[in-house]
């Protein structure tokens, strides 16, 4: 990609949830946004503004950060009229936002805490249709705009490691099919990508997550896709370039999701049980 950029973006304002430090996906993606020319305002949860670094990444894309809990219905509603103060309407959406309280605290997938378990779901997934929801309610959201949601195959797939976050990921999923046939009306596109795993923060929270991404580098056929294809990505799906693309899951994961098992795996793992019958 050029470092110039395509002007794919050119005109279009929104708002990027879920920047926390350079190794953030949404950081990328507003990085790449940037470079595309669009404008556009960067937003976290208040406890981030002393866990991360987004105020250089608003210096660096020349944005306003709006601090917001996405899981607080008056905190949503004030930002999206600051948004709109600020752009008078806005083209798109990121939503980038994920959290498996239970998994950080390595509970097992049968003996969830369900308050944890509902603090999860609201963190990860509702916070998707509070977010589209206050968009629309206050207007902010313009005919014609695209909103993107990260997510993972462990949505499809049993990843055990992954646990209550699969559950979240579905969900996700549903919100945005449920929510495409509703914005379809007014030509707003709604969409999820579904990445590799990838090295950031809230990845290397999970237990076993070195091990998930080796796996997924040995079996997807151009390896695993990292954070700064994946902005790329978005950026086509943010432009007119994707606007009859709707209420789907994208798989940006170099292939992982169409593969069963590949020779490089196959050749470790016989490795692998070669060495236990000789210790045998």
Same mark, same amino acid.
């Given at each position: 990609?050029?470092?110039?950029?395509?002007?794919?973006?050119?005109g279009?304002?929104?708002i990027?949830?879920?920047?926390?430090?350079?190794?953030?996906?949404?950081?990328?993606?507003?990085?790449?946004?940037?470079?595309?020319?669009?404008?556009?305002a960067?937003?976290?949860?208040?406890?981030?503004?002393?866990?991360?670094?987004?105020?250089?990444?608003?210096?660096?894309?020349?944005?306003?950060?709006?601090?917001?809990?996405?899981?607080?219905?008056?905190?949503?509603?004030s930002?999206?009229?600051e948004?709109?103060?600020? /752009?008078?309407?806005? $083209?798109?959406?990121?939503?980038?936002?994920?959290?498996?309280?239970?998994?950080?605290?390595?509970?097992?997938?049968?003996?969830?805490?369900?308050?944890?378990?509902?603090?999860?779901?609201?963190?990860?997934?509702?916070?998707?249709?509070?977010?589209?929801?206050?968009?629309?309610?206050? *207007? &902010?959201?313009?005919?014609?705009?695209?909103?993107?949601?990260?997510?993972?195959?462990?949505?499809?797939?049993?990843?055990?490691?992954?646990?209550?976050?699969?559950?979240?990921?579905?969900?996700?999923?549903?919100?945005?099919?449920?929510?495409?046939?509703?914005?379809?009306?007014?030509?707003?596109?709604?969409? &999820?990508?579904?990445?590799?795993?990838?090295?950031?923060?809230?990845?290397?929270?999970?237990?076993?997550?070195?091990?998930?991404?080796?796996?997924?580098?040995?079996?997807?056929?151009? *390896?695993?896709?990292?954070?700064?294809?994946?902005?790329?990505?978005?950026?086509?799906?943010?432009?007119?370039?994707?606007?009859?693309?709707?209420?789907?899951?994208? /798989?940006?994961?170099?292939?992982?999701?169409?593969?069963?098992?590949?020779?490089?795996?196959?050749?470790?793992?016989?490795?692998?049980?070669?060495?236990?019958? $000789?210790?045998?």
């Amino acid at each position: 990609m050029s470092d110039a950029g395509y002007g794919l973006l050119d005109g279009k304002t929104g708002i990027i949830f879920g920047a926390l430090n350079d190794e953030s996906i949404a950081w990328k993606v507003a990085e790449a946004a940037h470079r595309e020319g669009a404008q556009f305002a960067l937003s976290n949860a208040p406890v981030a503004r002393r866990l991360g670094s987004m105020d250089e990444l608003a210096d660096a894309t020349d944005s306003p950060v709006i601090w917001a809990d996405a899981t607080d219905d008056d905190d949503l509603a004030s930002l999206f009229n600051e948004v709109q103060d600020e /752009y008078g309407g806005i $083209d798109f959406i990121v939503h980038s936002i994920g959290m498996g309280v239970n998994v950080r605290k390595d509970v097992p997938y049968e003996d969830l805490n369900y308050n944890w378990y509902q603090k999860t779901l609201d963190i990860s997934s509702v916070s998707l249709h509070r977010i589209v929801h206050h968009a629309l309610d206050t *207007g &902010a959201l313009n005919d014609g705009g695209s909103v993107v949601a990260m997510s993972y195959i462990g949505a499809q797939r049993i990843f055990s490691k992954y646990s209550e976050m699969g559950d979240a990921k579905a969900l996700l999923e549903s919100i945005v099919r449920s929510f495409g046939y509703r914005l379809g009306q007014r030509d707003i596109r709604i969409n &999820a990508i579904s990445q590799s795993p990838t090295k950031t923060t809230a990845g290397s929270g999970i237990e076993g997550f070195n091990a998930m991404y080796e796996f997924a580098e040995r079996v997807a056929p151009m *390896g695993n896709a990292s954070a700064e294809s994946c902005a790329d990505y978005t950026v086509t799906l943010l432009s007119d370039l994707t606007r009859m693309v709707t209420m789907q899951t994208l /798989y940006h994961d170099g292939g992982f999701s169409a593969m069963g098992i590949s020779d490089q795996l196959v050749e470790a793992m016989q490795d692998a049980f070669q060495n236990d019958d $000789d210790d045998a």
